[in-house]
């Protein structure tokens, strides 16, 4: 997981994270985006932030949990309901509420 920043005079600050096990839903991945940007706390007006997820792996790889929580089934399922509504209806169609200020 990358975080970077450009500030308002362009100067450019990356930092990087692991995430704790391999990820396939955006929270985990959103969850480790804001934790980076917390650690840095951006003291100056920022122009740019950037994400990247890395390095990909196929599903087959992945190594499953045996403890995993019910409810992650669920977060897949409601993913692929929302991937479908974007799919049909634009990017615009539905985001999280959390993201509309």
Do not use: W
Not at 5 to 13: E, G, V
Not at 61 to 83: C, P
Request: with cysteine; proline share 7%; net charge positive.
């Amino acid at each position: 997981m990358t975080l970077k920043l450009r500030y308002d005079n362009f100067a450019t600050l990356t930092r990087s994270a692991p995430l704790a096990e391999p990820a396939d839903l955006t929270e985990p991945i959103y969850q480790a985006a804001c934790a980076l940007l917390h650690k840095v706390k951006p003291a100056r007006p920022v122009r740019l932030i950037g994400v990247t997820a890395g390095p990909l792996l196929p599903i087959a790889d992945r190594q499953f949990n045996l403890f995993e929580q019910a409810h992650t089934e669920k977060r897949r399922q409601l993913a692929a309901a929302v991937d479908a509504v974007k799919v049909r209806f634009g990017d615009g169609a539905i985001t999280r509420a959390r993201l509309k200020r």
